[in-house]
Nanobody, 125 residues
Framework: QAQLVQSGGGLVQAGGSLRLSCLAS????????MGWFRQAPGMEREFVAA????????YYADSVKGRFTISRDNAKNTVTLQMKSLKSEDTAVYYC??????????????????WGQGTQVTVSS
């Protein structure tokens, strides 16, 4: 009955690439902005990227800008995070989330109402 189901992730060497996917089940989130967050051991969950409801705008944390790309396919109810040039600092559990549809800030974690189960990304070296 999970509404956001994640896939992808795993172990990758530094400099490599990974692709994370998030599938909305049972319902559509086509009218919701979508975001990705990550949480490293002992640290707070932090914003990574977000995309507007129609995919017209994307936003990135400074730490990943130029390396990560967020996209969505509303016809398939999916949102994707393509990660390249991965660094050891990117090691974390990654979560997809759906932002409230009534407006707000993409960067405020408390405004995301639905969450995926989390996917481990480990970057070696």
């Amino acid at each position: 009955q999970a509404q956001l189901v994640q896939s992808g992730g795993g172990l990758v060497q530094a400099g490599g690439s990974l692709r994370l996917s998030c599938l909305a089940s049972r319902r559509t989130f086509n009218d919701y902005p979508m975001g990705w967050f990550r949480q490293a051991p002992g640290m707070e969950r932090e914003f990574v990227a977000a995309i507007s409801w129609n995919g017209g705008a994307a936003y990135y944390a400074d730490s990943v800008k130029g390396r990560f790309t967020i996209s969505r396919d509303n016809a398939k109810n999916t949102v994707t995070l393509q990660m390249k040039s991965l660094k050891s600092e990117d090691t974390a559990v990654y979560y997809c989330a759906a932002h409230r549809s009534g407006g707000g800030s993409y960067y405020r974690i408390q405004e995301y109402d639905y969450w995926g189960q989390g996917t481990q990304v480990t970057v070696s070296s």
